[in-house]
Every structure is written in C-alpha cells, then in structure tokens.
C-alpha cells in the first residue's frame, strides 16, 4: 500500500515523533512521585540515558514505546511498506537497548523496562517493587 503523504509531509510528521517527554513516560513519572518516590530524569551520564534514574535505590527505568522499540505486541508491528527501512531502523533500537542493559547491569544498576502497552498492568506492580525496595533500604540505614 502506497503512503497517504507525500515525501515531506511525511517527513514533516515523522520529525515530530518525540523521543523524551512522551505521555507513556509522564504516566510512569507521576506514579513514581505519588508514590514519593524521587527520581530523575534522561541522564545522560549513564549508559542509554534512562527515561527516569532512581539514584538513592540504584534503579533506572526504560518506557519503551512498542513500535519503536520492536515489542512482540499488537502495537509493535512492523510496517509492509519499506520492510527493509524499518527492519534495519527497529533492529538497530532493539541491539541499543539490550548495550544499556548490559552496561548499567555490569555497572551495578538495576534495570527495568516498562512497556507501553502494558502500562496499565506493571506500573502498579514495579511502584509496589521500588516502594517495598526504599522502606527495606531505610529500614537497614
């Protein structure tokens, strides 16, 4: 199937996919913060540079959108048309993310991965996770 838009509207609009900021992430961060948990946010110091960086427990999360990221989802199909493009594109997002992984693990953090589609299900679950870790850290200080 040939694109709706021309060459550059296409552009145009590609150009505008954000890659920080994103509504999944906002969602993530306001839940982390309700549940006093203190973070910060795409430093680029470490590896990957990690949506939200929670220092005091060691801790950095990934919000992964499951297009871009190449998610095994409904929403993280690949487009038919230029198969090659998105292909090489999604694969080389997916090789990138599993060389933070690695790096922040061997570095001594721990990482997790929220995904976009499933926001709904773990965020409770990994709030409950990092709100369990903090009170057991203030607990043995």
Known sequence: MADIFSKSDR?????RVRNKNTAPE???????????????VH???????PDVVLPGL???VFVHGCFWHGH????????????MFWDAKVDRNIARDKEARVA???AGWTVETLWQCQLKTELPLLVARL??????????R
């Open 58 to 60: 060691r801790t950095v």
């Open 104 to 106: 922040l693990a061997t």
């Open 26 to 40: 906002i969602i993530v961060r306001c839940a982390l913060h309700a549940a006093g948990l203190r973070f910060r």
């Open 11 to 15: 552009s145009r609009l590609m150009g």
């Open 131 to 140: 709100t369990l870790l903090r009170d057991d850290l203030r607990l043995t």
């Open 72 to 83: 095994d989802c409904r929403r993280g199909r690949r487009p038919q048309d230029n198969r």
């Open 43 to 49: 430093r680029k110091d470490l590896p990957g540079s």
